[in-house]
Each structure stands twice: as C-alpha cells, then as structure tokens.
C-alpha cells in the first residue's frame, strides 16, 4: 500500500503528568504516516481523491489545541482513532515527540501503528 506522510509537525498543547505542565503550553512534534492507494489521485489528478495532508494538518492542530492529556500516549492514542475516523485512514504510524521533557536526550516520544495495513497490487 502506498503511504501518503506528514512529518515534523509542530503542534502546542497542554501536556504533562506533573503540576507545573498544567498550566503552560508545550511543544509536541509529529511524524504521520498513512496507508493509502494514491492511483486513483494520480490518475484523475483529483485532490478529493486522496488523503490530503494539509487539512489533516490542520485537523492535528485543532485537536491540539483543544486537548489537555497528561501522557503522549493518551495524546496518540486519542489522535489516531479520530483521525481513522474523520478521514477514513485504514492504517496509520503515528510518532509523537516531546521534544525537551528529558533535558539529556534528543527527543522523546512513542510512536504507535493502528489498522490494518491492507495489500500492495
Ligand atoms: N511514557 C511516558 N513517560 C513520561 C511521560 C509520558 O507522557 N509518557 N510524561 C512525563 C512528564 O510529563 C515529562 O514529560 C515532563 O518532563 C514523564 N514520563
């Protein structure tokens, strides 16, 4: 199956299982890819025909704002089943990174995959 990607999107939202972490706005990076059949697109040249990356960022962006989860894998769980919902995505890989919580390390994060990943023709 073809993979339609969104990679190091920047979001800000209130997030953290300490006191401090709820009442200030963090930064979270995300990297989504999603399992589509881009040759109906390709082949009408047809935006409504696949996954389109910027209102999913957009839509990544929305359910940041309005969120306030403690864990990044509440964050990830919640924001893989609405957008399999909303956009009809039968396998997605999700990362989630937050950047800075642990001051010795790169990067933090999870990373999680749902769906079924359907075959390659
Ligand atoms: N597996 C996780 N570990 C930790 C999380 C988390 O969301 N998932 N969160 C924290 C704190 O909120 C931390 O990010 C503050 O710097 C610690 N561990």
């Given at each position: ?8 999107l920047r979001v ?6 300490y006191d401090?972490?709820?009442?200030i706005?963090?930064r979270?990076?995300?990297d989504?890819?999603?399992?589509t059949d881009?040759?109906?697109?390709a082949?009408?040249d047809?935006l409504?025909?696949?996954?389109d990356y910027a ?8 359910f940041?704002e ?5 864990l990044v894998?509440t ?8 957008l399999?919902h909303?956009f009809a ?12 919580a642990?001051?010795e390390a790169a990067t933090v994060?999870?990373r999680i995959?749902r769906?079924?990943r359907?075959e390659?023709?």
């Amino acid at each position: 199956m073809d993979r339609v990607l969104i990679e190091g999107l920047r979001v800000e939202t209130v997030i953290g299982a300490y006191d401090w972490e709820r009442s200030i706005r963090q930064r979270l990076v995300v990297d989504l890819e999603m399992a589509t059949d881009i040759r109906p697109a390709a082949a009408s040249d047809d935006l409504t025909r696949t996954l389109d990356y910027a209102a999913i960022s957009t839509r990544i962006r929305e359910f940041a704002e309005d969120s306030h989860f403690e864990l990044v894998e509440t964050f990830a769980e919640r924001l893989a089943a609405l957008l399999r919902h909303e956009f009809a995505i039968p396998w997605l890989r999700l990362t989630l990174r937050k950047p800075g919580a642990v001051a010795e390390a790169a990067t933090v994060g999870v990373r999680i995959e749902r769906g079924q990943r359907g075959e390659s023709r």
